[in-house]
């Protein structure tokens, strides 16, 4: 059985940049884009042009430099905002324009103070206007996840005939639970009429922590495209994370989905985007945090020294990381020691490790990392060199 290739929706200079005090300027934006199209997203979006002349004139320079992947620009469900990112995507070689409009009672209600036949009228209008631009165009119903299933089904089937080719179903307040939101996209696979010709898109926030478990449940339910940033950066407590959503499908080939993406270059681009944004990626993020192959627990310590694979998932080249880290701490036990010690030129035989142990776990209790540096000290000490 071949696997279903699921697309990968990178939306890291979209809506990753809307975290606060985050703003790229576009050149940062170029260098970012070309790895993302290197890594082997097959959808970059690249802003919102309406927003701001900034964010037109990225979109338009990043639809000049990539190679391989769709270029994406969001609008509202406005003429102006589509004609706008028509303009600034007339130089991708895959342009795709993102349209769409909130879909939930509370949105429907509250926010345009509508109803849900207008809403309907006003997302077909849209997504109309939107494909006398371009071929390629994706429809968001905005905070799907908290929308009746049968409404959304309706909204979706009528877009579908106006054209659309993408239907973004957004948990866009990271409030479903991974089964009911697996349930919602199952529902909208057996009975949205015309539903064949459209692609279903996650595109999950982190608010209660189920973004990569939402994502995840919505492909195994007949989903095929997932909207991630890298780090999982984004709105609030932000996105699902590109490298989390990549290695579970990875890792669990009976899944039979899978991407194109380099996995090699995940810790690379977690690093730049990092860097490039000035946002602090937790140690123990998964993946691509500092301690995400880093073992201070003498028991796991002694594991991953026999065998890698006793304690990790995951081998740390497969993302781009250059070997798992034995961290000494006063929890560490002697095979740890010695694998340190051997690796900055100290061949101990027992007797030796049992003294330099004893002066190591002393010194241990005055640091929170022991280091390399350290070790030539404790040796010397210990005095079994003279």
Do not use: W
């Amino acid at each position: 059985m071949s696997n279903t290739h699921i697309q990968i929706f990178d939306t890291t200079l979209r809506d990753g940049e809307q975290v606060p005090g985050c703003k790229l300027n576009t050149s940062q934006k170029l260098i970012i884009a070309k790895q993302l199209d290197l890594l082997g997203v097959d959808i970059i979006e690249a802003g919102f042009p309406v927003s701001s002349p900034g964010d037109f004139k990225s979109v338009e320079e990043i639809s000049k430099i990539v190679k391989n992947a769709t270029v994406c620009g969001l609008t509202r469900a406005v003429e102006n905002d589509i004609k706008v990112a028509a303009e600034a995507l007339k130089y991708a070689k895959k342009p795709r324009i993102h349209t769409g409009i909130g879909t939930s009672d509370s949105h429907i209600i509250h926010k345009f103070k509508s109803n849900k036949d207008a809403i309907i009228e006003r997302a077909v209008s849209a997504v109309s206007y939107a494909k006398s631009f371009v071929e390629d165009v994706e429809f968001y119903a905005e905070d799907a996840g908290r929308t009746d299933n049968e409404y959304l089904a309706r909204i979706c089937e009528a877009v579908i005939k106006a054209g659309a080719t993408v239907l973004n179903i957004p948990d866009t307040t990271g409030y479903c639970l991974p089964h009911e939101y697996g349930a919602k996209i199952k529902y909208l696979k057996e009975n949205v009429k015309g539903i064949e010709k459209a692609i279903i898109s996650c595109h999950c926030h982190n608010d209660l922590g189920l973004a990569t478990a939402n994502s995840i449940e919505g492909i195994i339910n007949g989903a095929q495209q997932i909207e991630c940033t890298i780090n999982g950066i984004g709105e609030r407590a932000g996105n699902t994370a590109l490298e989390e959503v990549v290695m579970i499908m990875k890792q669990h080939p009976y899944l039979n989905l899978d991407t194109k993406i380099d996995t090699t270059m995940l810790y690379g681009i977690s690093q730049l985007v990092s860097d490039s944004m000035g946002i602090y990626t937790q140690p123990n993020k998964a993946i691509v945090g500092a301690n995400a192959f880093a073992h201070s627990s003498g028991i796991h310590q002694d594991g991953v020294i026999k065998n890698r694979e006793t304690y990790e998932i995951i081998d740390p080249k497969d993302v781009g990381v250059t070997e798992s880290a034995i961290v000494l701490t006063a929890r560490s036990g002697r095979a740890a020691l010695a694998y340190r010690a051997k690796n900055v030129g100290y061949e101990l035989t027992k007797l030796e490790l049992d003294i330099v142990y004893a002066e190591f776990l002393t010194f241990a209790d005055t640091k929170k990392e022991v280091v390399d540096s350290d070790i030539h000290q404790i040796i010397k000490t210990s005095k079994i060199y003279k």
